[in-house]
């Protein structure tokens, strides 16, 4: 049995897939989004602010919110994915409101 390492671990967490602001980002894009073809763009926006937003507090030698392992060209497909998902359900929660 094989466990997964600890960069592995960051990228399928709060690092990567699971990252507060690329998830807030996205669902905030996903929810102004008026057609389903801007949900990419969410994503992107997602995963770029993010680590913009991260590197700016580590200029700045601000306390890091959340430790990582993982290098940023890493973290991006994984930021990208949950962004875009993140949108995805702030769109079709607001598709079935209105």
């Known amino acids: 049995m094989t466990i997964l390492s600890h960069t ?9 897939l699971l ?6 980002i996205g669902a905030y894009l996903g929810w102004r989004a008026d057609q389903p073809q801007k949900l990419w763009i969410a994503g992107f ?3 770029a602010l993010s680590l913009i ?10 306390p890091q919110p959340i ?13 990208f994915t949950g962004g875009l998902l993140a949108g995805s359900l702030a769109y079709w929660i607001r598709s079935r409101r209105n």
């Open 8 to 16: 592995w671990l960051d990228l399928l967490g709060l690092s990567g």
């Open 19 to 24: 990252n507060p602001f690329a998830l807030l």
């Open 45 to 47: 926006a997602a995963a």
């Open 53 to 62: 937003f991260e590197a700016g507090v580590e200029i700045l030698h601000l």
């Open 67 to 79: 430790a990582q392992d993982a290098g940023a060209l890493a973290m991006f497909p994984f930021r």
